[in-house]
T-cell receptor, first 114, second 109 residues
C-alpha cells in the first residue's frame, strides 16, 4: 500500500515568490496535517484538515494557507516567501477523526528560499 | 520555556550498550505521548506510544512520569541501526502534535 506522498521533493524559490506544496494521504485516511521542520529542530504544527475543514492552526503567519480536496489530498500555500521559510515541509495523514494523533508522515518537500 | 524539551545529545555509545533518553513537557493537560524516530534527511516514523503503565517493544521501553512531567525511552542492546534522532512528542489536543527538538544517538562498532 502506498504511504503518504508529497510533491515536489525539492524546491528552490526566491524571496517574495509564492509556493504550493502537495500531499496525498494514505488511502482511507481523511485527515491531513502539515508541519514545518527547520534544520536542527523538531517539526512544528502548521495546520490540520479533516473532511475539507480546517480543524487546527499553529502559530504561523497568514502567509501560510492550506486546503483539502474532496479526495482528501491537500495543498499548502506560502506567499511572500522569506529566507526563514527554508525548511522541510512534512505532511502527515491519520484515519481517526477525533484522535488524530497516530499520524504517518510523508517524505517531505525540502524548500530552499534564496 | 519550550513545551517539550530534550537533550540534543549526541549520545555516543558502543554496540550492545543500554542508553536512556529523557524528555520533559510543560502542559500538564497533555494526555498522550509518543516517541518518533527520524533518520538523517528522512521523515519521522512512529516508534512507540508512551503509557503511564510503561510500554515495552522488544529492546525499547518507554515510561511516563506524570508527577514530574517527563517521558523516558530506554534502548537495550544498542545496534548500529539504532543511530538516529529520537523525537519526543506530546499530544496537545486531538490533532496537534508538539515535538521536541530531538536527541541524536550514535551507536559505534
Amino acid at each position: 500500500d502506498a504511504g503518504v506522498t508529497q510533491s515536489p521533493t525539492h524546491l528552490i524559490k526566491t524571496r517574495g515568490q509564492h509556493v504550493t506544496l502537495r500531499c496525498s494521504p494514505i488511502s482511507g485516511h481523511k485527515s491531513v496535517s502539515w508541519y514545518q521542520q527547520v534544520l536542527g529542530q523538531g517539526p512544528q504544527f502548521i495546520f490540520q484538515y479533516y473532511e475539507k475543514e480546517e480543524r487546527g492552526r499553529g502559530n504561523f503567519p497568514d502567509r501560510f494557507s492550506a486546503r483539502q480536496f474532496p479526495n482528501y489530498s491537500s495543498e499548502l500555500n506560502v506567499n511572500a516567501l522569506l529566507l526563514g521559510d527554508s525548511a522541510l515541509y512534512l505532511c502527515a495523514s491519520s484515519s481517526a477523526p477525533l484522535n488524530s494523533y497516530e499520524q504517518y508522515f510523508g517524505p517531505g518537500t525540502r524548500l530552499t528560499v534564496t | 520555556r519550550k513545551e517539550v524539551e530534550q537533550d540534543p545529545g549526541p549520545f555516543n555509545v558502543p554496540e550492545g550498550a543500554t542508553v536512556a533518553f529523557n524528555c520533559t513537557y510543560s502542559n500538564s493537560a497533555s494526555q498522550s505521548f509518543f516517541w518518533y524516530r527520524q533518520d538523517c534527511r528522512k521523515e519521522p516514523k512512529l516508534l512507540m506510544s508512551v503509557y503511564s503503565s510503561g510500554n515495552e517493544d522488544g529492546r525499547f521501553t518507554a515510561q511516563l512520569n506524570r508527577a514530574s512531567q517527563y517521558i523516558s525511552l530506554l534502548i537495550r542492546d544498542s545496534k548500529l541501526s539504532d543511530s538516529a534522532t529520537y523525537l519526543c512528542v506530546s499530544v496537545e489536543s486531538s490533532y496537534k502534535l508538539i515535538f521536541g527538538s530531538g536527541t541524536r544517538l550514535l551507536v559505534r562498532p
